[in-house]
């Protein structure tokens, strides 16, 4: 039976734009986001609007609030159970080793299409999330929502619609279940120089436009991952 359209919120769209931009590393972690004012200004729409865009930010543990401070970008997301990738799993058990597999094959696409599809716009976030990554293995410090930064900025330039949607849908089990590997595992390793060089070599790839070269260079990083986890039984 046929529906009326509905038009999509604006308060949705503003979240969208937010979330992205968080996703995409636009906005870092414990960065201040513009007031309600401003945004308000901003999106040309009135301040409730906003403050329901903000508040699903928030439910979504994207950003925290301080109290006659601002709005801030979570340093540190917890697992959300609601996130739409745990309630497609359910009650089922996963290992990280069968999470990388999926990567391996997703990402390696991603990279593919980004190298053959990418704005310069998309280029320029992808080199920032480079820099950023540089900068932390520099002062010996990784976070990983950087690393992700880098990975979602790829399949941004992907172009690919579904791919895109894939990889936002699992960005909150993608962000634990990398913390959790670097905490148990690659931290002790120290592969930071390693990464960093795989990552480079990604990217080097994409901005020459190199589709083949791209693919195989997110094949060996992933794949690193991959052994590594599989090798401790993760």
């Given amino acids: 039976m046929l529906k009326p359209v509905k038009h999509k919120k604006i308060s949705d769209q503003i979240y969208e734009q937010l979330r992205d931009m968080i996703y995409r590393g636009e906005y870092e972690a414990g960065q201040r ?32 609030i301080k109290q006659g401070v601002g709005t801030f970008v979570a340093e540190h997301s917890p697992l959300d159970e609601h996130a739409p990738f745990f309630q497609l799993l359910g009650d089922d058990d996963f290992s ?29 976030l992808i080199e920032i999330s480079l820099e950023r990554i540089r900068n932390e293995k520099d002062a010996g410090v990784v976070q990983m929502k950087t690393d ?60 020459n436009h190199n589709p083949e070269k791209a693919r195989k260079a997110m094949e060996e990083h992933i794949g690193v991952v991959l052994a590594v986890c599989q090798e401790h039984g993760l």
């Fill in 96 to 124: 990280i080793t069968e999470f990388q597999e999926i990567r391996y094959a997703l990402e390696a696409r991603s990279a593919e299409l980004a190298a053959k599809r990418a704005t310069e716009e998309d280029l320029q």
């Fill in 33 to 64: 986001l513009m007031t309600e004012r401003e945004m308000a200004s901003f999106f040309g729409v009135g301040r409730p609007t906003v403050r329901v865009a903000i508040q699903k930010l928030i439910n979504n543990s994207l950003v925290t």
């Fill in 148 to 207: 992700i930064s880098l990975h979602m900025n790829i399949a941004y330039a992907s172009k690919n619609t579904v791919l895109i949607q894939f990889m936002k849908n699992f960005y909150d089990l993608q962000l634990h279940v990398m913390d959790v590997a670097y905490t148990k595992i690659f931290k002790s390793m120290e592969l930071n120089k390693l990464i960093f060089k795989q990552h480079f070599e990604i990217v080097d790839a994409i901005k």
